[in-house]
C-alpha cells in the first residue's frame, strides 16, 4: 500500500498563486508515476497533471497549460503541483494519485492510489 499526504491548499484570490506537495509513503520502494485530479462542487472529478516515474515526461488538462506546473522530488518521495494565475474556476478539492506511466509521451497513465485531498478557494 501506498499513502499520499496533500497539504497547501487553502484560499487566495483570483490572480495569486498556490503549490500543493504530495507526500508518499509505504510502499515506495519502486518509483511511481504521479498526477493531480480535482472535484469541483457539483462535477464530475478531472485530470489536471500527471508526471512519469522519471519527471522527464509531464501532461497537464488543456485548461491549466501555462499556469501549473507539476514537479517531483523523489529523495523527498513527493510531487509537488505549483499553481499560477489562479482562477475562481479553479476551486476544487485537489487530489494527489500514485501509479504507472502506460505511455507518458501519450499522455496515458494508470493510477492506482488516491490520497484525501486538499482543498483550493480562488475567490474573485
Known amino acids: 500500500q501506498v499513502q499520499l499526504v496533500e497539504s497547501g491548499g487553502g484560499l487566495v484570490q483570483a490572480g495569486g498563486s498556490l503549490r500543493l506537495s504530495c507526500a508518499a509513503s509505504?510502499?515506495?520502494?519502486?518509483?511511481?508515476?504521479m498526477g493531480w485530479f480535482r472535484q469541483a462542487p457539483g462535477k464530475e472529478r478531472e485530470f489536471v497533471a500527471a508526471?512519469?516515474?522519471?519527471?522527464?515526461?509531464?501532461s497537464y488538462v488543456y485548461s491549466v497549460k501555462g499556469r501549473f506546473t507539476i514537479s517531483r522530488d523523489n529523495a523527498k518521495n513527493t510531487v509537488y503541483l505549483q499553481m499560477n494565475s489562479l482562477k475562481p474556476e479553479d476551486t476544487a478539492d485537489y487530489y494527489c494519485?500514485?501509479?504507472?506511466?502506460?505511455?507518458?509521451?501519450?499522455?496515458?497513465?494508470?493510477?492506482?492510489?488516491w490520497g484525501q485531498g486538499t482543498q483550493v478557494t480562488v475567490s474573485s
Open positions: 494519485v500514485a501509479g504507472v506511466a502506460t505511455n507518458p509521451s501519450a499522455g496515458a497513465y494508470a493510477f492506482d492510489y
Open positions: 509505504g510502499r515506495t520502494r519502486r518509483t511511481y508515476a
Open positions: 508526471i512519469n516515474e522519471s519527471g522527464s515526461s509531464t
